[in-house]
T-cell receptor, first 108, second 115 residues
């Protein structure tokens, strides 16, 4: 499976935007970029996914570089409930492969 | 909003005993998965299930593990003879299809403690 690289941790102030980066230089043409998050003591939760174009949903936005070798998950206004581990995963016809993700801390 | 449910939330067992973890996937989903997460470690794929058979499994999913869809709603993971190292959170997930376009919906997990 193609691998992703994410910072181990990031910190944000409440109600500020958060940009979570992910590098995936070995992405293949058919891989989708998925983001999941895991709140403390909970199961993973789907956030957003995309292939080539930027995507928006009620939870977040996903900005995908033109060469698809990197992407950024954008939380427009971080809340305390957004404190979680965020996983960037390349998804082909394979199961989800979770890395260590980025632990996001939100400061009130 | 439909959700994946899992029972029990916490299972304590003695080493060598059999355990069955239960999941009810979202009703119109066709693909089912089990993952596990040892405390402090990554979420790891165990097995995927489609059309009443295993479609893919990881190296972790050895002969001690089995999965079954005994009726139209439940999806179970059986560990035949538990070991201490099986202690982990076990997450069930389901998806409408196996397409990379589709997200997976995860349950809240079962915490398995093997003594």
């Amino acid at each position: 499976d193609a691998k992703t690289t994410q910072p181990n941790s990031m910190e944000s102030n409440e109600e500020e935007p958060v940009h979570l980066p992910c590098n995936h230089s070995t992405i293949s043409g058919t891989d989708y970029i998925h983001w999941y998050r895991q709140l403390p003591s909970q199961g993973p939760e789907y956030v957003i996914h995309g292939l080539t174009s930027n995507v928006n949903n009620r939870m977040a936005s996903l900005a995908i570089a033109e060469d698809r070798k990197s992407s950024t998950l954008i939380l427009h206004r971080a809340t305390l409930r957004d404190a979680a581990v965020y996983y960037c995963i390349l998804k082909g016809n394979t199961p989800l492969v979770f890395g260590k993700g980025t632990r996001l801390s939100v400061i009130a | 909003e439909p959700e994946v449910t899992q029972t029990p939330s916490h299972q304590v067992t003695q080493m060598g005993q059999e355990v069955i973890l239960r999941c009810v996937p979202i009703s119109n989903h066709l693909y089912f998965y089990w993952y596990r997460q040892i405390l402090g470690q990554k979420v790891e794929f165990l097995v995927s299930f489609y059309n009443n058979e295993i479609s893919e499994k990881s190296e972790i999913f050895d002969d001690q593990f089995s999965v079954e869809r005994p009726d139209g709603s439940n999806f179970t993971l059986k560990i035949r003879s538990t070991k201490l190292e099986d202690s982990a959170m076990y997450f069930c997930a389901s998806s409408p299809s196996g397409s990379p376009r589709n997200e997976q919906f995860f349950g809240p997990g079962t915490r398995l403690t093997v003594l």
